[in-house]
């Protein structure tokens, strides 16, 4: 049975730096891209980035330049480091699992497998 287990989170200053991990246990077959989203108070949940199983990665326009997704597929683990933190990346980050594509526009309906989240709280 798939599952994924999101660790990392925890409370930074503005300008400061995190690293998310989403660990994977199950096997997993073919296509599939791992994708991170985040959902802060009384907002949407939104994407934040993805990346493929052969390595193809997309990000939010919002974190580009800021936010770098990577794996670790010997350790079946998908990485998210977050530098330059802003307030407004405070938020419950999620990874899920899809095996449509890793878009830009990462939409919900093609992401299953949800963990449980980790908070990330950026605050002076």
């Known amino acids: 049975q798939l599952q994924l287990v999101e660790s990392g989170g925890g409370l930074v200053q503005p300008g400061g730096s995190l690293r998310l991990s989403c660990a994977r246990s199950?096997?997993?077959?073919?296509?599939?891209?791992i994708g991170w989203f985040r959902q802060a108070p009384g907002r949407e949940r939104e994407g934040v980035s993805c990346?493929?199983?052969?390595?193809?990665?997309n990000y939010a326009d919002s974190v580009k330049g800021r936010f770098t997704i990577s794996r670790d597929n010997a350790q079946n683990t998908v990485y998210l480091q977050m530098n330059s933190l802003k307030p407004s990346d405070t938020a419950v980050y999620y990874c899920?699992?899809?095996?449509?594509?890793?878009?830009?526009?990462?939409?919900?309906?093609?992401?299953?497998?949800w963990g449980q989240g980790t908070q990330v709280t950026v605050s002076s």
């Open positions: 899920a699992i899809s095996r449509m594509a890793c878009t830009a526009s990462m939409p919900f309906s093609w992401y299953d497998n």
């Open positions: 990346i493929t199983n052969d390595g193809g990665t």
């Open positions: 199950g096997a997993l077959f073919g296509f599939y891209a």
